[in-house]
């Protein structure tokens, strides 16, 4: 069965620090998605990317960078110079192609960023 | 265009009670996944539907059930209410299953079982 662990519950960071989010997973399939969410106080989770076991790419989308390492099963989490509105839960999620939108998600890490 | 919406947004009820949740997937999305999400935790896949078929199912007991309506809405129901079902239910929806589409949720029915 397929697993997804964020090891850390917690991070505290004042503002204009980066911040590393860790996800580890583990799974048979060769091929899956995975996907990070934002969980604001609002409760409502918000899609931040989705990426194919096949694509190894890091990727950057403004603030927000990812780190994919297969060989660790890693995909890893960094938001650069942080602000206080990036304080949330954020979830790593997995989800295997035979599967198809049924998201194994880790346990979340909350980050919290002062002023 | 609007996002995925659910009803109620919040919820008491008592134990041995049944509860029905509803939710509107974005337009154009077919498929239709529901969530559990108990305080403090991830969340926990319970249902999908797709072209109003179930195409799977979590680790829940069989008191939840759940359909999927010719307008790919969907319903959620739970019976004989436990304390342990107070959770936040969320709903989410994807265009379809094949390419393992980002799914988009809705803010969620927070259950409280008394």
């Known amino acids: 069965a397929q697993k997804v662990t964020q090891a850390q519950t917690e991070i505290s960071v004042v503002e204009k620090e980066d911040v590393t989010l860790d996800c580890v997973y583990e799974?048979?399939?060769?091929?899956?998605?995975l996907f990070w969410y934002k969980q604001p106080p609002s409760g409502e989770l918000v899609f931040l990317i989705r990426r194919n076991s096949f694509d190894e790419q890091n990727e950057i989308s403004g603030r927000y960078s990812w780190n994919f390492q297969k060989s660790t099963s890693s995909f890893n989490f960094t938001i650069t110079a942080s602000q206080v509105v990036d304080s949330a839960v954020y979830f790593c999620a997995l989800d295997l192609k035979a599967a198809g939108n049924k998201l194994t998600f880790g346990g979340g890490t909350r980050v919290l960023v002062k002023p | 265009d609007a996002g995925v919406t659910q009803s109620p947004t919040h919820l008491i009820k008592t134990r041995g009670q049944h509860v029905t949740l509803r939710c509107s997937p974005i337009s154009g999305h077919k498929s239709v996944s529901w969530y559990q999400q108990v305080l403090g935790q991830g969340p926990q896949f319970i249902f999908q539907y797709y072209e109003k078929e179930e195409r799977g199912r979590g680790n829940f007991p069989d008191r939840f059930s759940a359909r999927q309506f010719p307008n790919y809405s969907s319903e959620l129901n739970v019976n004989a209410l436990l304390l342990g079902d107070s959770a936040l239910y969320l709903c989410?929806?994807?265009?379809?299953?094949?390419?393992?589409?980002?799914?988009?949720f809705g803010p969620g029915t927070r259950l409280t079982v008394t």
């Open positions: 989410a929806s994807s265009l379809e299953v094949l390419q393992n589409y980002e799914q988009y």
């Open positions: 799974t048979r399939d060769t091929t899956y998605y």
